[in-house]
């Protein structure tokens, strides 16, 4: 498929260009929605499996840097709307992108396991496309995926396949990231934070690993209500904190057994009702159970061995993972050439209304963040 040309003609091939110039393109796209890209549906292999992925590559390069992106855990994988967004406008400034779907991840599970092959798969499906054969990749993850993707880089095989790697509003500490999706608590540059949390990731998180507690066996029910409500906010695509989900929410807790209502309320509740009080250490708990369901999903010992330059991104006022995250992964990578960028011009998943103070401040750091992932292959 052939994106809107909106662009005039290119007076220099897109490989000749400086990182001052392709970031530009990228921000006049991703501002303007004036995307410039060929878009294709393939399929590729991963570990036996068959799944989808989706290449945007830039109109008139027949070799662009490329890179591998992996997505969250969200219900539209590969077709979540700023996903696209991201990827056209990345097109735009010169840069090939494929997006495999992570179908574990779509339906919402805590599956670190996948982001390894899924990259392999990815790398597969450039060469078969033409793209990058003969030089190394880039490789992002969002959200979930970003710890994922800088652990697979790692990977013995895919040494010297990867240039760079980027990652975007991911976590890393499992107690300090449950706690504050379960109480908006964190604590960034030494100064403490509150801030009313997002709940669709205690929803997510609650889903996967409630009933892996010491005694919460018997509490399905509520997990699978905690699923269901996550599922229905991704395929809304409106933010889960939203009152339009505030009688679904009612609905799905008659579904749990009376006795376990309580439990349900811990984690979700109507957006005109006040959570109850914590009746247990609810992020301590979640953490113990996550890492003895699949010890990967804290990813702090898997970082260190991370071949290529890394560069983190997050949002100041992210409320699903909180932006402390960032310098700990940053800590853990511990390489020096690892770039770090807090800023208030990213939310998570959707795109915020800035105010124009803060954004002459944030501009010229966010600037050139931007201009080092864009220039990482």
């Given at each position: 498929?052939?994106?809107r040309?909106?662009?005039?003609?290119?007076?220099?091939?897109?490989?000749?260009?400086?990182?001052?110039?392709?970031?530009?393109?990228?921000?006049?796209?991703?501002?303007?929605?004036?995307?410039?890209?060929?878009?294709?549906?393939?399929?590729?292999?991963?570990?036996?499996l068959?799944?989808?992925?989706?290449?945007v590559?830039?109109?008139?390069?027949?070799?662009p840097?490329?890179?591998?992106?992996?997505?969250?855990?969200?219900?539209?994988?590969?077709?979540?709307?700023?996903?696209?967004?991201?990827t056209?406008?990345?097109?735009?400034?010169?840069?090939?992108?494929?997006?495999?779907?992570?179908?574990?991840?779509?339906?919402?599970?805590?599956?670190?396991?996948?982001?390894?092959?899924?990259?392999?798969?990815?790398?597969?499906?450039?060469?078969?496309?033409?793209?990058?054969?003969?030089?190394?990749?880039?490789?992002?993850?969002?959200?979930?995926?970003?710890?994922?993707?800088?652990?697979?880089?790692g990977?013995?095989?895919?040494?010297?396949q990867?240039?760079?790697?980027?990652?975007?509003?991911?976590?890393l500490?499992?107690?300090?990231?449950?706690?504050?999706?379960?109480?908006?608590?964190?604590?960034?540059?030494g100064?403490p934070?509150?801030?009313?949390?997002?709940?669709?990731?205690?929803?997510?998180v609650a889903?996967?690993?409630?009933?892996?507690?010491?005694?919460?066996?018997?509490a399905?029910?509520?997990?699978?209500?905690?699923?269901?409500?996550?599922?229905?906010?991704?395929?809304v695509?409106?933010?889960?904190?939203?009152?339009?989900?505030?009688?679904?929410?009612?609905?799905?807790?008659?579904?749990?057994?009376?006795?376990?209502?309580?439990?349900?309320d811990?984690?979700?509740?109507?957006?005109?009702?006040?959570?109850?009080?914590?009746d247990?250490?609810?992020?301590?708990?979640?953490?113990?159970?996550?890492?003895?369901?699949?010890?990967?999903?804290?990813?702090?010992?898997?970082?260190?061995?991370?071949?290529?330059?890394?560069?983190?991104?997050?949002?100041?006022?992210d409320?699903?993972?909180?932006?402390?995250?960032?310098?700990?992964i940053?800590?853990?990578v511990?390489?020096?050439?690892?770039?770090?960028t807090?800023?208030r011009?990213?939310?998570?998943?959707?795109?915020?209304?800035?105010?124009?103070?803060?954004?002459?401040?944030?501009?010229?750091?966010?600037?050139?963040?931007?201009?080092?992932v864009?220039?990482?292959?």
């Open positions: 498929m052939l994106g040309a909106l662009w005039g003609k290119r007076s220099l091939p897109f490989r000749m260009t400086s990182p001052s110039v392709r970031t530009l393109r990228y921000a006049r796209a991703w501002t303007t929605g004036a995307y410039r890209y060929r878009e294709s549906d393939v399929v590729v292999t991963r570990d036996g068959d799944v989808p992925a989706t290449i590559r830039p109109v008139g390069d027949p070799d840097p490329s890179w591998v992106v992996l997505h969250g855990i969200t219900r539209p994988g590969r077709a979540h709307a700023q996903l696209l967004r991201f056209r406008s990345i097109a735009t400034a010169g840069i090939a992108t494929i997006v495999p779907d992570v179908p574990e991840w779509r339906d919402l599970q805590l599956r670190p396991d996948m982001s390894a092959p899924t990259v392999a798969a990815g790398l597969e499906g450039l060469r078969a496309a033409g793209l990058s054969r003969d030089r190394p990749v880039g490789v992002i993850g969002f959200s979930f995926g970003a710890p994922h993707a800088i652990a697979a880089v990977q013995p095989a895919l040494a010297g990867v240039g760079g790697v980027a990652g975007f509003g991911g976590y500490h499992l107690e300090s990231t449950f706690t504050f999706m379960m109480y908006g608590r964190h604590t960034h540059d100064v934070h509150q801030i009313q949390p997002d709940p669709y990731g205690r929803w997510i889903a996967n690993i409630l009933t892996a507690i010491p005694g919460c066996e018997d399905g029910d509520v997990a699978s209500a905690l699923h269901s409500l996550g599922a229905h906010s991704g395929d695509g409106k933010v889960a904190s939203d009152p339009i989900y505030d009688s679904f929410i009612r609905a799905t807790r008659e579904r749990v057994a009376p006795e376990r209502r309580a439990m349900f811990q984690f979700a509740t109507p957006s005109t009702e006040a959570r109850p009080e914590p247990r250490d609810w992020p301590t708990l979640l953490a113990n159970a996550a890492r003895f369901l699949d010890p990967r999903i804290d990813a702090s010992d898997q970082l260190g061995h991370t071949p290529c330059p890394v560069t983190l991104m997050h949002g100041y006022r409320n699903l993972i909180p932006c402390s995250e960032a310098q700990r940053a800590d853990a511990g390489r020096p050439d690892t770039s770090v807090v800023t011009l990213l939310g998570h998943s959707a795109q915020e209304r800035f105010r124009i103070g803060e954004t002459l401040r944030d501009l010229p750091r966010f600037t050139r963040s931007l201009a080092r864009l220039s990482m292959v």
